[in-house]
Nanobody, 127 residues
Framework: QLQLVESGGGLVQPGGSLRLSCAASGSTLENYFITWFRQAPGKEREGLSCISKSGLFTNYADSVEGRFTISRDNAKNTVYLQMNSLKPEDTAVYFC????????????????????WGKGTLVTVSS
């Protein structure tokens, strides 16, 4: 059974950067595509970005396009989310999720299809 653990959250000033990590155990992360989500208080969970099993295909939500970058290191069983130019509205709990998908070079941003979830890491953007 795949287990996911997010880390790297914290308090950052507006305009700052953070790098989140999603570390996998219990199975080889290479078998899954990964999607990052976030959920702010009182709001629905929002999909942000996904990366294919191969790492060759990525996709981003409009809200983070150009500011966030997703990457993966299958040798380390870890996926990253580099977040730059952070805004107060980026404050949320950030989750990674995995899906075992038969297509190696594709992924999607949809919480309904994800099979495994981490417990999240809190990102607070405030001065």
């Amino acid at each position: 059974q795949l287990q996911l653990v997010e880390s790297g959250g914290g308090l950052v000033q507006p305009g700052g950067s953070l790098r989140l990590s999603c570390a996998a155990s219990g199975s080889t992360l290479e078998n899954y595509f990964i999607t990052w989500f976030r959920q702010a208080p009182g709001k629905e969970r929002e999909g942000l970005s996904c990366i294919s099993k191969s790492g060759l295909f990525t996709n981003y939500a409009d809200s983070v396009e150009g500011r966030f970058t997703i990457s993966r290191d299958n040798a380390k069983n870890t996926v990253y989310l580099q977040m730059n130019s952070l805004k107060p509205e980026d404050t949320a709990v950030y989750f990674c999720a995995a899906k075992n998908f038969f297509v190696r070079n594709s992924c999607f941003i949809d919480k309904r299809g994800m099979e495994y979830w981490g417990k999240g890491t809190l990102v607070t953007v405030s001065s």
